[in-house]
């Protein structure tokens, strides 16, 4: 009796709430605008390519995988589910199987583009901040997450948009502010394959 007493209470509450929202009447909702656009672009199967470096100077370990974006959250956010392989290694070594998944949307606060990102290879949340260069379309910015060690890394993140494709390049930046090239992934869009929206 008593959970059900608390439970009719918070009901009670949330109406009340709602009823002084709507007598002093709620901002709009958000609805997609201009900078939304590019998860649009983004939608549909993408095939990828993904070079890795373990050490500065190394030749790249190459693998691939597939991604998977779809518009979500009524035009307001992007959704990727990432599905392949990954070399954790010198190049020889055999792949590992990887999935991640991400969320991307516009924070008109920010003026940023903010994500999240969690894979198979890590226990926590990485975080992103990017901003979008019109004239070159390119998304530049920052991630910043634990990796397979739980130490947490800042990253550098380039997203260029080119015609059918999407080309990614990821770099670590140490303690003293250098950075590093860590991978490079070279995204092809599948002709027909749109994602559907889903709202």
Same mark, same amino acid.
């Given at each position: %009796?008593?959970?059900?007493?608390?439970?009719?209470?918070?009901?009670?509450?949330? @109406?009340?709430?709602?009823?002084?929202?709507?007598?002093?009447? %709620? +901002? *709009?909702?958000?609805? *997609?605008? *201009?900078?939304?656009?590019?998860?649009?672009?983004?939608?549909? #199967?993408?095939?990828?390519?993904?070079?890795?470096?373990?050490?500065?100077?190394? +030749? +790249?370990? #190459?693998?691939?995988?597939?991604?998977?974006?779809?518009?979500?959250?009524?035009?307001?956010?992007?959704? $990727?589910?990432?599905? =392949?392989?990954f070399v954790m290694g010198p190049p020889? $070594?055999?792949?590992?199987?990887?999935?991640?998944?991400?969320?991307? $949307?516009? &924070?008109?606060? /920010?003026?940023?583009?903010? =994500?999240?990102?969690?894979?198979?290879?890590?226990?926590?949340?990485? @975080?992103?901040?990017?901003?979008? &260069?019109?004239?070159?379309?390119? %998304?530049?910015?920052? !991630?910043?997450? *634990?990796?397979?060690?739980?130490?947490?890394?800042? !990253? /550098?993140?380039? !997203?260029?948009?080119? &015609?059918g494709q999407r080309i990614f390049t990821?770099?670590?930046?140490g303690p003293d502010g250098k950075e590093?090239?860590? !991978?490079?992934?070279?995204?092809? /869009?599948?002709?027909?394959?749109?994602? +559907?929206? /889903?709202?």
């Amino acid at each position: %009796m008593k959970k059900l007493g608390t439970y009719l209470a918070v009901c009670t509450l949330v @109406l009340g709430l709602a009823g002084l929202a709507a007598a002093q009447g %709620m +901002p *709009p909702l958000p609805k *997609p605008g *201009p900078e939304h656009a590019l998860f649009k672009e983004a939608a549909g #199967v993408w095939d990828a390519k993904v070079e890795s470096w373990m050490a500065p100077g190394a +030749p +790249p370990s #190459v693998s691939k995988g597939v991604e998977t974006n779809r518009v979500g959250c009524g035009g307001l956010c992007l959704i $990727t589910d990432f599905k =392949g392989s990954f070399v954790m290694g010198p190049p020889g $070594t055999p792949a590992m199987a990887f999935e991640g998944h991400g969320t991307e $949307t516009y &924070d008109q606060g /920010k003026k940023k583009y903010v =994500g999240t990102w969690i894979d198979s290879m890590s226990t926590g949340l990485s @975080l992103s901040e990017s901003t979008y &260069d019109a004239a070159t379309k390119t %998304m530049t910015g920052t !991630m910043e997450g *634990p990796d397979m060690t739980g130490a947490v890394q800042k !990253m /550098k993140s380039v !997203m260029e948009h080119k &015609d059918g494709q999407r080309i990614f390049t990821m770099s670590m930046t140490g303690p003293d502010g250098k950075e590093t090239p860590a !991978m490079k992934i070279t995204y092809t /869009k599948r002709k027909g394959a749109a994602a +559907p929206a /889903k709202k």
